[in-house]
């Protein structure tokens, strides 16, 4: 056998190294026996998916005589099952992990190469990252009111609902998640409909919707007290028109304009409020 890395080709593989008969049962191969990785070599092949499989299948096929069986039974499906789940999890954080960097560093690249991501993976992206750097934003402006402004803290302990910092932290938990999620359709809704209005949108919402939730990754950087929510959100808008430019097809041009003329409405209107209050109190003599 040709050998890679000091290790035959066939090294953990099942139906090489304990292969199935005619009659239906593995045999270990002649070849192997005087092999000195003979035992590394069917460990690892019984934890590959094969292995698992024919342990699961073995499993199955034993009569079960009592509690005790039960028991050891129930045992060893459960290290199965952390077996076989051990490789889809690594494989899941480490391609978070690989998303995470290109959608930071190089956000163009990674629209122009992961168009057709479900909306169900970036949505779970979106609500994972989004929610850890809102959580930790949360506690930075959280301890900052407890330190500076005790009275307000205390008056929120004095109420029904928080008895202490930990009962709201633990509200915060269970809330963030769902206001991120919401957060993240609504916002990705009207940005598509300032990209329609100017020409922008090429492709439909799922599009938009994609972008708005892999822009989600710099609010990790909320991680960091006060600068890094400031970081967090300028980044965000970076990769957001990267993003947009890149999915849609369309011009840097008309995708700043679709966030200017929002940002520009919002403010005619905080300042429009404003303005009535002010000549509101006025009118009453204050």
Same mark, same amino acid.
């Given at each position: 056998m040709e050998e890679k890395d000091n290790k035959p080709v066939c090294f953990g593989i099942l139906d090489e190294v304990f292969p199935l008969t005619d009659s239906g049962i593995r045999e270990i191969r002649e070849r192997c026996i005087d092999c000195p990785l003979r035992i590394d070599c069917l460990r690892k092949s019984l934890e590959t998916e094969d292995g698992v499989k024919m342990r699961e299948e073995l499993l199955r096929r034993a009569p079960v005589r009592g509690v005790g069986d039960w028991l050891r039974r129930w045992s060893d499906k459960k290290a199965l099952y952390k077996i076989s789940h051990k490789e889809e999890e690594k494989g899941y954080l480490s391609s978070l992990w690989k998303e995470f960097k290109e959608v930071i560093f190089s956000p163009t690249s990674f629209f122009s190469k992961n168009r057709e991501i479900s909306i169900k993976d970036a949505f779970a992206f979106g609500i994972t990252t989004g929610s850890i750097g809102s959580m930790f =934003? +949360? +506690?930075?402006?959280? +301890?900052?009111?407890e330190e500076k402004f005790p009275s307000i803290i205390n008056m929120l302990k004095n109420t029904d609902y928080f008895r202490s910092i930990d009962i709201m932290i633990f509200f915060s938990f269970l809330i963030i998640p769902i206001v991120v999620g919401l957060g993240i359709f609504v916002y990705s809704v009207l940005? @598509? +409909?300032f990209l329609v209005l100017f020409g922008a949108a090429k492709k439909g919402l799922g599009s938009t919707l994609l972008v708005v939730c892999y822009s989600q990754a710099p609010e990790i950087f909320s991680l960091f007290p006060m600068l890094g929510s400031i970081v967090a959100s300028i980044w965000r808008i970076y990769i957001q028109i990267s993003g947009l430019k890149?999915? @849609?097809?369309? =011009?840097?041009?008309r995708v700043i304009l679709s966030f200017i003329v929002p940002v520009g409405i919002f403010f005619c209107i905080i300042i429009a409020i404003a303005s009535a209050f002010y000549h509101m109190l006025l009118g009453a003599g204050f």
């Open positions: =934003s +949360f +506690f930075w402006k959280l +301890f900052l009111l940005l @598509h +409909f890149c999915v @849609h097809e369309t =011009s840097y041009a």
